[in-house]
Each structure stands twice: as C-alpha cells, then as structure tokens.
C-alpha cells in the first residue's frame, strides 16, 4: 500500500478511536445517551469508509474479492488497458502458458480495439473496468451507468463479449454502484493482493510482490496499460516480470486460472440458496 494510502488509513483509525474514547468518557460522566449516540454514529461512519474505500471489506457479501480455499490456484489480473505494452504482456503470458483475466477501459478500448480482440483470441479473459477510469465514490447513478454502459459497448464494438465482472477504479465503491451491478447482472471484483506495478521498481521486485506468503485463491492486481495522470505508462516490467511470477507460483504447486474459475462456485452457490428457499 502507498504511503499516503497507509497514513490516510492510520489517520481513520486514530480518528475513530479518539471518538469511541470520547463517546466511553460521556457515558462515564452520567451522559449515556450522548455517548451511545457518538459511539453508534462513529461505528456506522467507520463501516461505511470501509465500505467505500477497503477493497476486502463487504457489508453485502456479493464481490468476488478471492477465490475458493480448494485446490490451490491463484487469477492473474491486469487493469487499464489496452495499450502499447499490452501485446509484450500478453507474448509473457503464452510462453508462460497462462490465461489471466483482463479488465478494460472502454476508452481504451475505442482506440485500441484490435488490442482487444487480440486478448480475447488469445484465450483470455475480457471485462469491464468503467469508461475512463473514474472514481465512483461519489458519482451519481447516472454517471456510475455510463461508465458500465460504455465500457460494454465499446469492448463489444471490437467484437468481444466481455465476461460479467467490474472492478471498481482503484477499488472505490459509491453507494449507487452495487444497484447498477445488479440491474446489469455483473458482479464486483476485488484482489486479495495489489502488486504497484505502476511504480515502476523493476521486474524483479514486481515479481517478489506477487509472489510472497502465497495462499489459495489469491487474486492478484497487475497492469496492462495506464489510466493515472502523472504515472509512467510504460508496462514493460511488469511484462518482464510475468515468467518469474509464474515460476514462483508453479513451484508452490498453484495452478493459474482466470476470474470466471472463481466467479463459477459462487454463482452456483448462490442458485442452490435461491432454489432451497423457493422449495422451503
């Protein structure tokens, strides 16, 4: 995590405690209702930060944020694309053997739909990752539908039906974009583990990222392109660092799998809940 995410996060944190402390000081002092008071609304303020903002944290249980605790396997993700670097990212890839999960922009898309269709022929993954790349933390239920809409339409406009998933510009959830999910039948994607490729700290250091404490079901967060103003775009590490993040994860024993291996489960899961309360 960067660290202005991680002081922002300390900042919360000392924030909220401060105000329980408080809120235990006025129930101490003969004020319980106040302090009730302070003390509820600060939990719900805590839960609703961590709603919008904690890409593990789900009130609504509905996000894929890992994969099963089965057999060990592990989805390769790239965000942003497509761009220049996607073709090198996509050749690591098929000398690796290895299908990953590609989530795009819908403005990339429109200028590089050939880029496109060349992940989708080459056994890959393609979903949605909003039009341009906005935040829709605080983007209204129209905006938050034009972001899907268009995103849809111009992956399909290069000739590709993108798979049913969206992951959330930098993980960031308004609350009118889960009633826009489900009205379009797409389900939100976390990651279990965010690489920073777009540091740029070479290929190697990408790869130890990835690579370490590994668990079953993790999703990693990689790039293919760059939708940040201010970042290098380049993309070439993380191209470079794909045989190595395989390797590692190979000789652990993982098997690499793209989203809808994890999405599957759950779905079926969630039709044999529906029709057990159809029954009951």
Known sequence: MPARKRLAV?????????LLGLAARLALEGRPGPGAALGLATVAAALAVL???????????????????G???????????????????????????????????????????ERVREVARRGHLVALHGDTHAKLLLAGPRRVGAELDRCAEAIRAAGVEPAPLFRAPHGFRGPFLGPAL???????????????????????????????????GEILLLHDGCATPGLDPRR??????????????????????????????????????AAARGGA
Not at 10 to 18: D, M, N, P
Not at 82 to 104: C, Q
């Open 71 to 113: 057999p060990p396997s592990v989805a390769l993700t790239f965000d942003d694309g497509p761009s220049d670097d996607t073709p090198a990212v996509l050749d690591a890839l098929d000398r690796a053997g290895v299908r990953a999960t590609f989530f795009v922009l819908g403005e990339a898309a429109r200028r590089a739909p």
């Open 10 to 18: 300390a900042l919360a944190v000392l924030g909220g405690v401060a």
């Open 236 to 273: 070439d590490q993380t191209a470079a660092a794909v045989p190595e993040i395989v390797r590692r994860w190979r000789e652990a024993g993982y098997a690499f799998v793209t989203l809808d291996a994890f999405a599957a489960p759950r779905a079926a899961a969630g039709g044999a809940g």
């Open 182 to 216: 489900r009205r379009r039948g797409l389900t939100l994607v976390g990651w279990t583990r965010g690489v920073f490729d777009t540091e740029r700290p070479g290929a190697e250091v990408i790869a130890a990222r990835a690579s370490r404490r590994m668990r079953p």
């Open 51 to 69: 709603q919008a903002l904690w890409v593990p944290f789900d009130l609504t249980g509905r996000s894929l944020r890992r994969g099963p605790a």
